[in-house]
């Protein structure tokens, strides 16, 4: 049985703590188990390369907008095939120079297979049993396939695959109004292909603001057919199409729509079914994500986790962090909490999303709450910017930043000026509306939302008007589609 110093499974996040690790022991033996492609899910089928597409995307979104702008322009030719294989060759060759860096270094010995607890800080890699001093659970979470009769006798995609499409599907249904799904379903569409995205609840991306969701929905339903409340039943064959039977579920009406391509991305599940942590003694919740306290130890001594693994903030940035929590505390002898409450996000469509913190729905106390609109400002009147905004959040006593959540261009850099106040001492807004913005740059938004902080009362009717004229317009595409009147 070979022993080492630590076991790391997974090489996304557990690398920044085993880097370290190397960057200090010359004689430290680490094992590292990964059974997907060396560099994690970010690098090699999730933010890097999505990031990569996302950007020839909103090329195509600004040349569509020029239009507004007496810009007579127009997209000759675009080469689908060339920008799939950009994005998915740098990646791999990226992750391949990592692995040889990896096999090449005498105190790393990788095993590219499963690794699976069968005993008490013992895992099984391959034919081979190993132990280790100390255990990295960085594992990671995969797609949720969601049981729909006619789904595994289909092929269709994940992020797992998404990559490697090279052909623009002319119809694509996307099973999810989440991130990825957005996302995946936003680039598809500026590159021609006609989506549909299929969401069983009643907005998307439901752990945003409902009034974010209501103004992505208005502006992602110009280029896609989002279909919220709306879940899917059955997967049909027809020859080389797919058809997808939806159900309406609201009017209870059921409808079908045949694609070329269904791209799966109902959310993330855990690994904990391969990794069998339960057999040395780690404890996972009801979804199989590890329980971890707040040092991010688990259950069992010696052995720590972090990253999407703990089912927690789904985000690299967030693992990251983690992971260095992970660190300091498994080998540095510290003993650091780990610290939630300024998680930011982003969703790279076009309008982008950025948020931070607490919803209004979540705060307990007396808070002021503040929105702006881009168009108020002088660089969103340039842009001809009607509906986008940024809502603030404080607390009313005492002006401590509790969230802040965009909707509109730049949002995803935005945000950071709400992450920064957050991340002070005191967490007051007060720098970012006292501090002089440059003018007329787009974080002026950001400013007056803070300048413009009232009861949160106040703002109910611009809620209002953002929901209903979603639910307008979601209302005529929908009746459109159940009667099979899009073309
Ligand atoms: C399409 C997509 C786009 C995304 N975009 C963004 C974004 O823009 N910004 C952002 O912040 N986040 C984004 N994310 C989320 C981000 O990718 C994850 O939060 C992050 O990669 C998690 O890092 P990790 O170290 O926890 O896991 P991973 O990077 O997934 O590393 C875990 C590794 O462990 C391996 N593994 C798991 N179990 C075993 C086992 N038993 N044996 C051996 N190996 C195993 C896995 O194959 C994996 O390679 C995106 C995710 C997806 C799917």
Redesign the pocket.
């Known amino acids: 049985m070979k022993h080492f110093d630590v076991i790391a499974?997974?090489?996304?996040?557990?690398s920044n703590i085993y880097a370290e690790l190397l960057s200090q022991n010359r004689n430290i033996r680490i094992a590292v188990?990964?059974?997907?492609?060396v560099?994690?899910?970010?690098?090699?089928?999730?933010?890097i390369p999505?990031?990569m597409i996302l950007y020839p995307a909103e090329l195509v979104h600004n040349i569509k907008r020029a239009g507004d702008f007496w810009i007579n322009t127009g997209i000759r030719s675009l080469d689908f095939e060339k920008i799939m294989s950009w994005a998915y060759d740098e990646v791999m060759s990226e992750s391949s120079q990592i692995e040889n860096a990896l096999m090449s270094d005498p105190r790393i010995t990788l095993y590219k297979?499963?690794?699976?607890f069968v005993e008490d800080y013992q895992v099984k890699v391959g034919d081979e049993i190993i132990t280790g001093d100390k255990i990295l659970l960085?594992?990671?979470?995969?797609?949720y396939i969601p049981n729909i009769p006619g789904l595994s006798e289909v092929n269709y995609y994940t992020?797992e695959n998404?990559f490697t499409m090279r052909k623009l599907p002319k119809k694509t249904a996307v099973i999810g109004g989440s991130?990825?799904g957005l996302?995946?379903g936003f680039f598809l569409s500026m590159m021609g292909s006609e989506v549909y995205v299929f969401e069983m609840l009643d907005r998307i991306v439901y752990q945003e603001e409902p009034e974010i969701s209501f103004q992505l929905e208005k502006d992602l339903d110009q280029h896609m057919h989002i279909l919220p409340l709306t879940k899917v039943v059955e997967i049909k064959k027809s020859g080389d199409s797919k058809i997808i039977v939806a159900e309406d579920l609201e009017s209870k009406k059921t409808f079908e729509v045949p694609v070329d391509e269904i791209i799966v991305a109902a959310g993330?599940q855990s690994?904990s079914d391969?990794?069998k942590p339960e057999k040395t003694g780690v404890k996972t919740d009801e979804k199989g994500w590890i329980v971890v306290n707040d040092y991010l130890e688990t259950t069992k001594p010696n052995i720590w986790s972090?990253?999407?693994?703990i089912g927690k903030h789904?985000?690299?940035?967030?693992?990251n962090y983690e992971?260095m929590i992970v660190y300091y505390n498994a080998f540095k002898g510290r003993k650091l909490k780990v610290d939630f409450h300024a998680v930011p996000?982003?969703i790279?469509t076009q309008p982008e999303v950025g948020s931070v913190g607490m919803k209004e729905s979540e705060v307990k106390g007396e808070i002021a709450v503040g929105y702006y609109l881009y168009r108020d400002t002088a660089k969103g009147l340039a842009m001809k910017d009607e509906e986008h905004f940024v809502k603030v959040i404080v607390e009313r006593d005492n002006g401590k930043v509790l969230g802040g959540h965009i909707v509109g261009p730049y949002a995803s850099s935005m945000i950071h000026e709400i992450i920064l106040l957050m991340s002070s001492a005191d967490q007051s807004f007060y720098p970012v509306y006292s501090m002089m913005h440059v003018h007329p740059a787009v974080n002026e938004v950001v400013e007056r939302a803070f300048g413009s902080l009232a009861e949160p009362d106040y703002w109910a009717d611009f809620k209002d008007s953002v929901k209903s004229s979603a639910l307008e317009k979601r209302e005529l595409i929908k009746e459109k589609i159940i009667k099979n009147q899009i073309k």
């Open positions: 499974f997974g090489s996304g996040s557990a188990i990964e059974n997907g492609p560099g994690g899910i970010c690098l090699t089928r999730g933010c999505s990031k297979t499963n690794g699976e960085c594992t990671g979470s995969r797609p992020n998404f991130f990825v996302e995946f993330r690994n391969i990794t972090c990253g999407d693994a789904m985000f690299k940035h967030a693992a992971s996000h982003a790279f």
